[in-house]
């Protein structure tokens, strides 16, 4: 795979992590300007809070407009609940869900690859998925748990719920062939030494994940990076710096995506 690096800006009460391949593909045009929108919803309840912003990736607004990220935080400061989605103009642009409907909190390591590589391994194809995003609910975290949230295109749904789309099995056209893009997870996460600073836990942590990605074989990746604020083990205030690495088999990812192509969609004359 092409080398992946990473662009980190820190302001005083944000970091803005970039991951991008190193070099260009022969097939690749330069991206249009790249654009974001904020949107801040506060407040205990339900639609107020996380409720009042999950439906923003999915509104008419964004027609024309193709969503290259979404990401989820919480601020301390009133209850509230941030999400910036990045875009750029485009009018081929397809459709794009949030899904979020995981069966369980994140609770550990063995709980966060439960949540996101099952349903992901059944239900969403890599060249589906736009982004991941993990992240607490509130600051200080109220409870031990975190949220996954994937956006992602908008496959077939029997249901008619764009959000939670068929299975890949259902949507083969050889129903008996066993198919999974084999996802894999890998949390690396960080504490600040005494003194430390902040800005050199996250370049800890950012090489780890770079040394990490640059030497899967022949993958593709999608890289969440989040803050912990309660420690795992002891439950006592913490503020960890972590990433995850979602990476799948760019191979079988290729031969799943071929099979699922309608027949007679690529004529030649």
Known sequence: MSETTVLAEMSPKNLITVWYRAQKRDSEVPMKELKFKFVDASGASEAAGWGGVNDEPKKAEYTNRKVLGVVC????????????????????????????????????????????IGPMNSRFMPHELVSITIYEEDHPNSEDGLSTSITHYSPPSRDQDPCYPDTIAERMPNKETEVRPNYSYKLIEKTAAAGGSREALW?????????????????????????????KATGQIADD???VIISWDRNAAENIAEQMRPSGCCNIF
Not at 108 to 114: L, N
């Open 73 to 116: 935080s919480p601020q301390v400061v009133n209850n509230r609940c941030n999400m910036v989605v990045f875009y750029n103009d485009d009018v081929r642009a397809l459709k794009v869900q949030y899904f979020t409907d995981f069966d369980d909190k994140i609770e550990t390591d063995e709980m966060e690859a439960k949540a996101c």
């Open 203 to 231: 370049d800890e942590v950012h090489a780890a994940a770079l040394d990490y990605i640059n030497n899967l074989d022949d993958a593709g990746c999608k890289v969440a990076t989040f803050n912990r604020s309660k420690d």
């Open 241 to 243: 710096a972590c990433a």
